[in-house]
């Protein structure tokens, strides 16, 4: 199946299998080299760009990690982290300059991403304890991954499996800022005589906000049963639940972050008609995933594969505002009798914006793959079925600023006076998917294979405007047909060349369906026939993967129409995931990782990326155009690199992190940046087993942001221009001011680990 990934491991001295010419031969090629003890640079043969980390490095690094802040050592991989613990939402990556929600991200074969933005939460996926591998495919989904935005790339989450014999692992953690986390999983091993095994596990997390006032806290389940039996077969259930209220960071403009630095935060006491103290930024959110990967073997040609899922969510991302007892609008409807405000002075309060989602997702992905001679034919349906509902209504507060109620309940919301309820936006969005894909990988040759494939992917939205308006129903329709071709030649059993072409498209999110209103006119206009980004992106590489050296290098080209642009807007007070026409855009680069073992139980690791684009279209805004033809695109470094360590002999263990992004623009217009920064972690432990029993038992202290460097370190939302500018048509075009993330601050983190 074509981009499928695939990682060999094999012992020194193994030999490439020449037995046959034909697709089995070929599948059982095998590498001379070694699985590195530390989990950098696995080794691969997929004919495409994989990067991945595995469960060795894993355990070295700070358990509170989320999984973007892991792969922020990978080529192309820009993570703007804000909180140095991975709780808080107010984070982003890109891969080769292209957002997150142009990055795919799957958990055991299920999508993580959210059905109407496309946008991935990592402070709610699995814990690191859990995971066995986190791969990044930095080009390119695997033409079966359920994902329908992912030129960017996909993130594959991994879970270990249960294990066989009965125990368990516990951690107890902590750290910087009142960190303390609690960690415990329990392996059943196999049930009776069922061949069924499974675990479950729990973690619980609290921190301090490492800037302003406010906490985080997060609860979380992770649970896997597993079956094997025959020749490969498998089935899996696997289960997560997240509980978390998490902050939002405030996202200085470049004037704030001069004018206060750090110092940019909400306020920490409450006074009468403030709107900016820190428990009106406060998000609970509430998730459940369930993934069903079943792998049937029926015979020597012929095998099943498929991934059921379900998923359900909802939450508050609110905000502080005020509102007035008269003159207000619900809709475009004048509200003509005063509404009922508590504690209202002179007409006016100051109350909790809600932004209120509720998330239902079911699908199933299924396959069919058939070898006959020299042709591996892989054959699938998906079917996605998605429901969105969105209300940003308003909920009172007490007396001393706390909410009435966190979660934008409607039985407390303000109501109008004749009982409906006061809503800046209430609408509900559902989305059905429908793809079917085909591929032939093709073995020409005992060590040449090439691969052939097309997807095509249905996007229906119907959209429901619940709002007094000229919008009741909106409807979208899109289907895309995406062929794909790929390459891979195995010179020897060190090196191989792979060469792919692929096409990919996003439709537009639900936002830019439905209207918005604010005093009654539309602030945003909604839409059906807006145009899907689409584009064509091709790869160049070459991998060595030797006993003690592995190394690989990929040229990449990307060309877009309708680029669609990952921002941040202000939609009545509460900041809200949008995306921006960039119109016509060409990107180019090298990606390269390098990893290095010159003696037993240590490893370097070097990656690298150099990436060019450019903006080929004139911005429309208004009636005129911003002459943004030849610049740069926003958010995509230059240039990029991280240099990773690991040692781990005998007693005493280690890993250490250096990463540095070059500047970014935040304007379509390049007129405001920010600066290039490098970040340091490091890591050291020892393991202290024998020293009591020999049970398994770790001690470990880790360092994130060891440097502390004062810098912003992503763009939140960018903006056409940061100074006034002239169009092409002569008219004045206002400047906008983007912001920013602020890169997290030091912390320590200590953890003790025992198995049993």
Not at 486 to 497: E, P
Not at 669 to 675: G, L, S, T, V
């Amino acid at each position: 199946m074509l981009s499928t990934q695939n990682a060999h491991a094999a012992d020194a001295g193994a030999n490439p299998d020449t037995s046959a010419d034909s697709a089995d031969s070929a599948d059982r090629i095998e590498v001379i080299g070694h699985r590195d003890p530390e989990g950098l640079l696995p080794d691969q043969n997929a004919p495409q760009a994989i990067s991945a980390i595995g469960s060795d490095f894993l355990r070295k690094q700070a358990p509170t990690l989320n999984a973007y802040q892991l792969v922020a050592m990978l080529p192309g991989a820009n993570v703007a982290s804000s909180d140095p613990y991975g709780l808080s939402v107010s984070s982003g990556i890109t891969l080769r300059g292209l957002g997150q929600d142009q990055i795919g991200v799957l958990m055991e074969g299920a999508p993580q991403n959210d059905i109407g933005y496309f946008y991935a939460y990592p402070s709610q996926f699995a814990d690191t304890e859990n995971l066995r591998q986190i791969t990044l495919a930095q080009g390119a989904a695997d033409i079966a991954a359920p994902v329908v935005s992912a030129a960017g790339g996909v993130i594959a989450l991994s879970l270990s499996d249960p294990a066989d014999r009965m125990g368990g692992l516990v951690d107890a953690s902590v750290g910087s800022y009142n960190e303390a986390r609690g960690f415990v999983r329990f392996d059943t091993g196999e049930i009776g005589k069922t061949g069924l095994k499974a675990f479950v596990s729990f973690s619980n997390n609290r921190a301090d906000n490492w800037r302003g006032a406010g906490f985080d806290r997060r609860r979380h389940v992770d649970a896997k049963i597993l079956k094997e039996w025959g020749q490969g077969n498998r089935a899996a259930l696997a289960l997560s639940y997240n509980d978390a209220i998490t902050s939002t960071y405030p996202s200085p403009s470049m004037a704030d972050w001069q004018a206060s630095g750090r110092k940019f935060n909400y306020d920490a006491r409450y006074t009468p008609g403030n709107t900016n103290y820190w428990r009106l930024y406060r998000a609970p959110f509430r998730n459940f995933y369930i993934s069903a990967p079943v792998h049937l073997h029926l015979n020597d040609r012929l095998d099943f594969d498929t991934t059921g899922y379900f998923q359900i969510g909802f939450g508050n991302s609110p905000y502080g505002t005020q509102l007035s007892t008269t003159g207000n609008y619900l809709g475009t409807e004048f509200l003509a009798d005063p509404i009922s405000l508590p504690g209202a002075v002179n007409g006016q309060a100051t109350v909790l914006g809600n932004w209120m989602a509720s998330q239902m997702r079911v699908g199933d992905v299924a396959s069919l793959t058939f070898r006959a001679g020299a042709h591996k034919i892989t054959a699938g349906l998906w079917f996605d079925y998605g429901t969105d509902r969105v209300t940003q209504s308003y909920t009172p507060l007490k007396d001393n600023g706390h909410p009435l109620e966190a979660w934008g309940d409607e039985a407390t919301a303000i109501h109008t006076a004749d009982g409906r309820v006061l809503a800046y936006e209430n609408e509900r969005t559902v989305t059905v998917t429908k793809g079917f894909f085909v591929a032939d990988s093709m073995a020409l040759t005992h060590k040449l294979t090439l691969d052939i494939g097309f997807k095509g992917v249905n996007v229906l939205r119907n959209g429901r405007n619940y709002l007094p308006g000229p919008q009741d129903a909106v409807r979208s329709d899109i289907f895309a047909a995406l062929p794909r071709a790929a390459l891979h030649w195995q010179i020897d059993g060190h090196q191989q060349v792979f060469a792919n072409i692929v096409t990919n498209f996003r439709a537009p999110n639900e936002f830019a369906l439905l209207n918005s209103y604010y005093l009654g006119k539309p602030v945003t206009q909604g839409r059906g026939d807006l145009r899907p980004e689409r584009s064509l992106s091709q790869e160049l590489g070459y991998r060595y993967i030797g006993p003690s050296l592995s190394f690989s290098l990929t040229g990449f080209h990307y060309h877009f129409r309708n680029r669609q642009v990952s921002t941040i807007v202000n939609s009545g007070g509460a900041l809200v995931n949008a995306t921006v026409n960039g119109g016509s855009q060409t990107s180019w680069g090298v990606d390269g990782e390098i990893d290095y073992r010159p003696a037993r139980g240590m490893s370097i690791y070097l990656s690298g990326e150099a990436l060019h684009t450019r903006i080929d279209s004139d911005l429309p805004v208004g009636d005129d155009f911003l002459p943004t033809r030849g610049k740069h695109a926003v958010a995509s470094p230059g240039f990029q690199f991280a240099l990773g360590t690991t040692y781990d002999r005998g007693r005493l263990f280690g890993s250490t992190t250096l990463k540095y992004v070059g500047h970014q623009y935040a304007t379509f217009m390049n007129d405001e940046r920010i600066r290039g920064y490098a970040t340091f972690d490091l890591s050291v432990g020892v393991h202290l087993a024998g020293l009591i029993d020999d049970k398994t038992m770790d001690l470990r202290l880790n360092a994130i942001n060891l440097t502390n460097p004062h810098v912003l370190s992503g763009v939140q939302s960018v903006s056409t221009n940061a100074q006034d500018t002239i169009g092409r048509n002569g008219s004045v075009i206002a400047s906008a001011a983007p912001r920013y993330y602020v890169g997290s601050g030091r912390a320590f983190v200590a953890t003790l680990s025992r198995a049993f």
